[in-house]
């Protein structure tokens, strides 16, 4: 006799799992946006400054790439140009309650709307729902904030690439590892958790 429960079907992200009437889904589909705006910006206060690095450690990209993954590439895009429009615009709920687009940081921040883009896109793929696939989904959205706020560091700062790397990447790769390890036990436990109750 087999325990398994039926598979979700592919194609879904764990926010499509929410119920919501046929007519709900653009309110729900606003809360979640919104909602995850908000949880970037209250990670991003989350900050440790890093002895010789004008970026610190944050929970941002933690939560940019759960966002993603959670939402999907549209509603995860949504999220984070709504958290980038609303800091530059003023609100301070960057990192250490900053705003605008001028800090060393931003690069980051624009990073982090194209990562939870694609990682949206791969969780609707199915790449959050092993903790190999997790933990692939992961590497490649912080490759991608990286990419963008590495060079972005360099060049609003004036440091050459490389120092912007030892600055802005080296001193995070031990804390990303963390937030991977947390993101491989809790979405892949959330997608069995809903097989079962399914």
């Given at each position: 006799?087999s325990?398994?429960?039926a598979?979700?079907r592919?194609?879904v992200?764990?926010?499509?799992?929410?119920?919501?009437a046929?007519?709900?889904?653009y309110?729900v589909?606003?809360?979640?946006?919104?909602?995850?705006a908000a949880?970037?910006?209250?990670?991003?206060?989350?900050a440790?400054?890093?002895?010789?690095?004008?970026v610190p450690?944050?929970?941002?990209t933690?939560a940019?790439?759960?966002?993603?993954?959670?939402?999907g590439a549209?509603?995860?895009f949504?999220?984070?140009a709504?958290?980038?429009?609303v800091g530059?615009?003023?609100?301070?709920?960057?990192?250490?309650?900053?705003?605008?687009?001028?800090g060393?940081?931003f690069g980051?921040?624009?990073?982090?709307?194209?990562a939870?883009?694609?990682v949206g896109g791969?969780?609707?793929?199915?790449g959050?729902?092993?903790?190999l696939?997790?933990a692939?989904?992961?590497?490649?959205?912080?490759?991608?904030i990286?990419?963008?706020?590495?060079?972005?560091?360099?060049l609003s700062?004036?440091?050459?690439l490389?120092?912007?790397v030892?600055?802005?990447?080296?001193?995070?790769l031990i804390g990303?590892?963390?937030?991977?390890?947390l993101?491989?036990?809790a979405l892949?436990?959330?997608w069995k958790?809903?097989?079962r109750r399914?």
């Amino acid at each position: 006799m087999s325990t398994a429960a039926a598979p979700i079907r592919s194609g879904v992200v764990l926010a499509d799992l929410l119920p919501a009437a046929a007519r709900h889904r653009y309110a729900v589909d606003t809360a979640l946006v919104v909602g995850g705006a908000a949880l970037t910006g209250i990670a991003a206060q989350i900050a440790v400054p890093v002895p010789g690095s004008p970026v610190p450690v944050t929970g941002q990209t933690f939560a940019a790439l759960l966002i993603g993954t959670a939402l999907g590439a549209r509603r995860g895009f949504l999220s984070l140009a709504l958290y980038a429009l609303v800091g530059m615009a003023g609100v301070p709920w960057f990192s250490e309650g900053s705003s605008g687009a001028g800090g060393a940081s931003f690069g980051y921040v624009l990073g982090m709307l194209l990562a939870a883009t694609v990682v949206g896109g791969l969780a609707r793929r199915g790449g959050d729902r092993s903790v190999l696939r997790t933990a692939g989904t992961m590497a490649v959205g912080s490759v991608i904030i990286y990419a963008v706020g590495v060079p972005y560091l360099a060049l609003s700062t004036g440091m050459s690439l490389s120092a912007a790397v030892a600055a802005g990447l080296v001193p995070f790769l031990i804390g990303d590892a963390l937030k991977a390890a947390l993101a491989m036990g809790a979405l892949p436990a959330s997608w069995k958790l809903i097989g079962r109750r399914g």
